[in-house]
């Protein structure tokens, strides 16, 4: 059994960073993939970016390409997303997931973290 636990979000302006991170308990295998998602008021859940848990294979939506970095730490099963430069339109709770194979269904969530970005 896998568990996410988000952290790290709250109200920052337009600019700021933060970094949110995603503690993991169960074992973990290297070919799992780890994603961060978003969902806005009003609008559909998007994935923002993933990684693969060996540290490979990682993706960012257009949306955030040059901003956003993903990345993980073996050692504290943590996975973490650092956002910078952000943007009004990043306001959104986001969430950790996980998947088992790179085309698998995201199996596991966490009950999310509230990111606002002020303007």
């Known amino acids: 059994q896998v568990q996410l636990v988000e952290s790290g979000g709250r109200l920052v302006q337009a600019g700021d960073s933060l970094r949110l991170s995603c503690a993991v308990s169960g074992r973990m295998f290297s070919g799992y993939v780890m994603g961060w998602f978003r969902q806005a008021p009003g609008k559909e859940r998007e994935i923002v970016a993933s990684?693969?848990?060996?540290?490979?294979?990682?993706y960012y939506a257009d949306s955030v390409k040059g901003r956003f970095t993903i990345s993980r730490d073996n050692g504290k099963n943590t996975v973490y997303l650092q956002m910078n430069s952000l943007k009004p339109e990043d306001t959104a709770v986001y969430y950790c997931t996980l998947r088992f194979t790179d085309n698998g269904n995201w199996a596991y969530w966490g009950q999310g973290t509230q990111v606002t970005v002020s303007s």
């Open positions: 990684i693969k848990w060996s540290g490979s294979n990682t």
